[in-house]
Every structure is written in C-alpha cells, then in structure tokens.
C-alpha cells in the first residue's frame, strides 16, 4: 500500500470514527423554535423575514485551539466570555461557506468565531469536557467576531435582521485538485486562504446551532436549524494559509496558522434562520 492510499485510509477511518460520535451524542436532540413571528424588513428591494432560508450552500470549516486570552480580547466589546475546552484553550472556528441559493441571493461569506459559555438551555456541567460535548453534540454557543460577505444584500440582512457585524470584502471560492478552497482579501490586501478536502458521504442528522449577537442594544441568541450532507471530517485535514492584513496579524497573535484539529467540508447544507431571542 503505497503513502498516499494510507493515508486516504487513515482519514476515512477517523471520519467514520467522529461522524459516529457526533451522531451518538446528538442522541434525540429536538429543533429550535425559530420564531416565525410576522416582523419583516425591505432591504435592497427584497422582502425578508422569519425564518430566513438559506437553501443550497457549500462549507468548509476548521475548528482550531488557540489561547483562552488571546481569544478573550477579541470579543470583550460584546460581553460574551469565551468556553475552554482545556485549562487557558479556547475554540477558534473558521467557517467558509458558498451560498447558491438563499433569500440573500448567492453570495459567499466567512465567519470567525468563538465558542463562547453558554446562556440559554442547559448551562453548567463538568468542567472542559462540558464544552466538548456540547461542540460534539451540536449544543454549544458561538460569538462572531468578524463576518464579511460579498454583497450589499447579505451585508444589511445580517445587520439588520440578527445584529451580525457584517462586512463587504472579496471572498472567492474555488474546487480544484480535489481541494476546496476559500480566499478572502479585505481592504485590498489578503487575509487568508483557507482549503479542505472537498469529499464526503456522510449524511448529518437535522439540527440546530446557536449563534449569540447584540442585537437592538441587548443580548440575543439565534438558532440556525441546519442539514449537512456530502460530510466529510478529518483530523488535521485543513490548511490555513494568512496573508498580510491586520486581521490576519490578529489571528497570528492567536498562534497561527496550524492545521485545525478537526476539518469538515459539507457539500451539500441548508438551514433556516429564526428570529433573535433574548438572553
């Protein structure tokens, strides 16, 4: 068995191994109430509201480990506190995703984040292995600290409609060699590039992630009931690469670039956004 044909093996072993444990914590885990309500906002000639569809869409994310402090400035302007999954370890997520149909439109869009403690549902728990299962099983809370897009639509949707601080930058998306790969260059200089393996066959079951944001002035919390098909994980499977922007001087405060510790490219997703809830 030749280097490469082992390592394919390899790979496949463990994201038989994760997509198993993250289907058994999961357990019978129930959708959010995503709020219809009957709130609707005019935006770029578009009638929106609750819950917004994002229909078919491509994502690759990278989860990465990076200093709880380090992490923590970052986010102090929004009043969340990041959750450790190791004593002074934090989560950084790094989630690129291609959207071809949406009520937004097509556009594509990056989001880091950090996991932050939670402060809706079921809080507490042991301490660090807490935090794993909750990122395992779905159930954690992320804080977005920077969300660029690539149009006006997408740019005031995000604003208006969740509180997310949304920018418009330059964000291509790619498939070659085998690799999809996400670019983004703000302000005309590159911040990153970002690539995962673009295969997968598993099949996520239905779910819901929650995403915090201030949001009219108080805290709110989003839910984003999803369905991820065409998955694959690996362990250490993603490379980051980090341009010359201060965005990417921030990230490099954080210790990277490194391989994130878990890659997961999903061909296939779609979600619904509901309406902001407060904290």
């Not at 082992?6 to 109430?33: C, M, V």
């Not at 805290?219 to 499977?237: A, I, K, M, N, Q």
């Not at 670039?257 to 809830?277: D, H, K, N, Q, Y």
Request: glycine residues 10%; contains cysteine; aromatic residues 10%.
């Amino acid at each position: 068995v030749d280097e490469a044909t082992a390592t394919t093996r390899t790979e496949e072993f463990y994201e038989a191994i994760l997509t198993w444990i993250s289907d058994f914590l999961k357990g019978k885990s129930q959708p959010q109430d995503l709020g219809a309500g009957a709130r609707r906002f005019e935006i770029e000639g578009k009638s929106l509201g609750y819950p917004a569809l994002f229909q078919d869409a491509s994502s690759a994310v990278g989860l990465f480990m990076v200093p709880a402090n380090g992490a923590q400035a970052l986010i102090r302007d929004s009043g969340f506190e990041v959750a450790q999954l190791l004593p002074g370890r934090a989560a950084f997520s790094l989630s690129c995703v291609h959207y071809r149909e949406s009520d937004c439109g097509a556009y594509n869009e990056i989001s880091m984040a950090f996991f932050v403690k939670k402060k809706h549902g079921k809080t507490g728990g042991i301490p660090y292995l807490g935090t794993w299962l909750d990122i395992a099983r779905d159930d954690a809370a992320t804080c977005i600290w920077k969300l660029p897009v690539t149009t006006r639509l997408a740019h005031d949707a995000g604003i208006r409609m969740w509180g997310f601080q949304k920018t418009i930058d330059e964000i291509d998306f790619e498939v070659s060699d085998g690799r999809a790969r996400f670019h983004l260059r703000m302000d005309g200089q590159e911040v990153l590039e970002y690539s995962v393996r673009a295969r997968g066959k598993q099949q996520q079951p239905r779910g819901a992630s929650a995403v915090y944001s201030n949001f009219e002035g108080a805290p709110h919390v989003t839910y984003l009931e999803h369905e991820f098909r065409d998955v694959g994980v690996s362990l250490g499977g993603g490379r980051l690469r980090l341009g010359s922007h201060p965005i990417a001087e921030r990230l490099r405060g954080l210790g990277l670039p490194r391989r994130p510790f878990i890659a997961t490219w999903m061909g296939r997703l779609s979600f619904e956004v509901g309406a902001p809830e407060k904290l």
